[in-house]
């Protein structure tokens, strides 16, 4: 079992938090970047520095990941990628991504990500905040504890 982190975006909190619940479970986090970023050191923890572009990050991981894994990633086509891997997907904000609701989920991030290229609508999220933190936290919580559970 890995936990995959798509270091693209990802806020240390959340970074912070997954480490802390990996060392409780024993389980191995990849962090997986474009640039090296300190982590704690731990047999458990690995950072993995991808070079090229954007999408070479999501690459990796798409390669790498697992039946029974989970990546924590805020790129919704990754997460499409990851579940349709078989594998489990958060996103730092707290969004879990399974079979039932990827897709849709993609469709969406499509039609907005159109509508700001066209210049109808602009921004993305607001800032992440406690709420965000807490929401992860939550669902994060959740998976980790269903899939300890399923592994019994």
């Known amino acids: 079992m890995t936990i995959w982190i798509d270091n693209d975006g990802c806020p240390r909190v959340i970074r912070d938090l997954v480490f ?20 704690p050191t731990s047999d458990l923890f690995k950072m993995v520095v991808v070079p090229g572009g954007f999408d070479a990050v999501d690459d990796h991981i798409a390669a790498h990941v697992t039946e029974g894994d989970l990546v924590v990633t805020s ?6 990628r990851v579940v349709g891997s078989k594998a489990k997907a958060i996103s730092s904000r707290g969004d879990v991504f399974d079979e039932k609701n990827v897709a849709e989920r993609l469709a969406m991030r ?17 800032t992440f905040n406690d709420s965000d933190k807490k929401k992860f936290a939550d669902n994060f919580d ?6 300890v559970r399923s592994r019994k």
């Open 75 to 80: 790129d919704v086509p990754l997460a499409a």
């Open 20 to 39: 802390k619940v990996a060392e409780r479970v024993q389980w191995v986090v990849c962090v997986v970047g474009n640039s090296w970023i300190r982590i």
């Open 142 to 147: 959740k998976l980790v504890s269903a899939m």
């Open 110 to 126: 499509n039609l907005m990500q159109e509508l700001r290229s066209a210049g109808d609508i602009q921004g993305g999220h607001g």
